[in-house]
């Protein structure tokens, strides 16, 4: 008691007795008396927490993709055999056609007894103007059943992790549309076993092509129009897309040559997740060239796929974090933020208060002594 007022204490410096542990807090705090809210405080802290959330999301979708790399290398192992998976309409009968291969060794493959052929109509894979009708979106874009990505850079339209994925279901053909009327094509389609050197894959007319018995073709029946749905090398991924996937070409005339020059690389798709072994996928790619032109009658019209297998091997890698370094990631991205935000915020404060001190103190001419703007 002191001049009749009440001595009160107007700082808690000291810990409660019988509070051990808050006697070692290092965290000082301010009284909430000594806060004051502010609107342009609570301007900052909505620009920080959108900053946050943007770098955060930002963060977390790079990690999604991951890294990829495309590594080449010359092949080391030596592979004596090769798949190749077709899946091709010709507009023409089944019986009238031959498909056969020849490759460098000297051997000669009559493709045509290991593969389905199936009769179909020509105006259930195309339109009137020779445009696909299947497999694509209302853009126009190949279905892959893994999303779109324009951006997207390397090697197909999906991520490494989604051809990975999608490689690893299983490999089934579509089924063939069910004939309305009088089948004027013949789908040719499944899988063979070649030797894994350069070789001619070749689709003629009957009785044409090579010297054998039999009887020829008439030429007015020649038209190797044609629907490429599916060319592939190595193990069957019907959800890879290859550069001929879906592509149609018209013949001009009878007498029609089509030529696909194509050169495969030996592909190896693998994803590294940092916390799980590494999932991989073996494949092939090709690089192709075409060349179509009508030719004389004393040529062999039809459509041939030359070959060549080149001897590197390309790697391609995505590598992705693990979840607990995305997590420290995350954390640095936020603490960054909040202490970049803090002090922004403070010196903005600081430097305001001074432009205000010094507009106030241009104006202010002091209050003992002015005597300016007054006549004696």
């Given at each position: 008691?002191?001049?009749?007022?009440?001595?009160?204490?107007?700082?808690?410096?000291?810990?409660?007795?019988?509070?051990?542990?808050?006697?070692?807090?290092?965290?000082?705090?301010?009284?909430?008396?000594?806060?004051?809210?502010?609107?342009?405080?609570?301007?900052?802290?909505?620009?920080?927490?959108?900053?946050?959330?943007?770098?955060?999301?930002?963060?977390?979708?790079?990690?999604?993709?991951?890294?990829?790399?495309?590594?080449?290398?010359?092949?080391?192992?030596?592979?004596?055999?090769?798949?190749?998976?077709?899946?091709?309409?010709?507009?023409?009968?089944?019986?009238?056609?031959?498909?056969?291969?020849?490759?460098?060794?000297?051997?000669?493959?009559?493709?045509?007894?290991?593969?389905?052929?199936?009769?179909?109509?020509?105006?259930?894979?195309?339109?009137?103007?020779?445009?696909?009708?299947?497999?694509?979106?209302?853009?126009?874009?190949?279905?892959?059943?893994?999303?779109?990505?324009?951006?997207?850079?390397?090697?197909?339209?999906?991520?490494?992790?989604?051809?990975?994925?999608?490689?690893?279901?299983?490999?089934?053909?579509?089924?063939?549309?069910?004939?309305?009327?009088?089948?004027?094509?013949?789908?040719?389609?499944?899988?063979?076993?070649?030797?894994?050197?350069?070789?001619?894959?070749?689709?003629?007319?009957?009785?044409?092509?090579?010297?054998?018995?039999?009887?020829?073709?008439?030429?007015?029946?020649?038209?190797?129009?044609?629907?490429?749905?599916?060319?592939?090398?190595?193990?069957?991924?019907?959800?890879?897309?290859?550069?001929?996937?879906?592509?149609?070409?018209?013949a001009s005339a009878n007498f029609h040559k089509f030529q696909y020059f194509l050169s495969i690389v030996p592909t190896i798709y693998s994803v590294?997740?940092?916390?799980?072994?590494?999932?991989?996928?073996?494949?092939?790619?090709?690089?192709?060239?075409?060349?179509?032109?009508?030719?004389?009658?004393?040529?062999?019209?039809?459509?041939?796929?030359?070959?060549?297998?080149?001897?590197?091997?390309?790697?391609?890698?995505?590598?992705?974090?693990?979840?607990?370094?995305?997590?420290?990631?995350?954390?640095?991205?936020?603490?960054?933020?909040?202490?970049?935000?803090?002090?922004?915020?403070?010196?903005?404060?600081?430097?305001?208060?001074?432009?205000?001190?010094?507009?106030?103190?241009?104006?202010?001419?002091?209050?003992?002594?002015?005597?300016?703007?007054?006549?004696?």
């Open positions: 008691m002191m001049n009749g007022y009440d001595e009160k204490p107007h700082y808690d410096d000291e810990p409660d007795s019988g509070s051990f542990v808050r006697a070692f807090d290092a965290f000082p705090k301010s009284k909430p008396q000594y806060v004051t809210r502010t609107s342009g405080g609570g301007k900052w802290t909505i620009v920080i927490s959108v900053i946050s959330c943007i770098l955060v999301w930002s963060e977390l979708v790079r990690w999604w993709q991951g890294e990829e790399s495309h590594t080449f290398a010359v092949e080391k192992g030596v592979g004596h055999s090769m798949q190749i998976n077709l899946d091709i309409v010709m507009r023409m009968q089944c019986r009238d056609l031959h498909i056969n291969v020849q490759d460098a060794a000297g051997d000669r493959i009559l493709a045509a007894t290991r593969l389905k052929e199936d009769p179909t109509m020509w105006s259930q894979w195309v339109d009137a103007k020779g445009i696909h009708k299947l497999g694509t979106d209302e853009h126009g874009r190949a279905i892959t059943n893994a999303g779109w990505h324009p951006h997207e850079e390397g090697f197909g339209e999906e991520h490494v992790h989604d051809i990975v994925a999608m490689g690893r279901k299983k490999a089934r053909w579509a089924k063939t549309p069910r004939v309305r009327g009088n089948a004027d094509s013949c789908r040719i389609y499944g899988s063979l076993d070649l030797n894994k050197v350069q070789g001619d894959f070749h689709i003629t007319a009957r009785g044409h092509g090579y010297v054998e018995f039999g009887e020829h073709l008439d030429h007015s029946a020649f038209n190797f129009s044609h629907v490429i749905n599916e060319l592939s090398f190595g193990p069957f991924y019907p959800s890879l897309v290859n550069p001929l996937d879906r592509t149609v070409n018209l590294d997740s940092g916390s799980s072994p590494a999932r991989t996928i073996f494949t092939n790619q090709y690089a192709v060239t075409e060349q179509s032109h009508e030719i004389s009658d004393h040529m062999v019209p039809g459509v041939f796929f030359k070959y060549d297998i080149e001897p590197i091997l390309l790697t391609i890698e995505e590598r992705r974090d693990s979840v607990l370094a995305f997590l420290i990631k995350a954390i640095n991205v936020l603490s960054g933020v909040l202490v970049a935000g803090h002090w922004t915020f403070t010196l903005s404060g600081w430097a305001k208060e001074v432009m205000g001190r010094r507009r106030r103190g241009g104006r202010s001419e002091g209050v003992i002594g002015a005597k300016s703007g007054y006549e004696d």
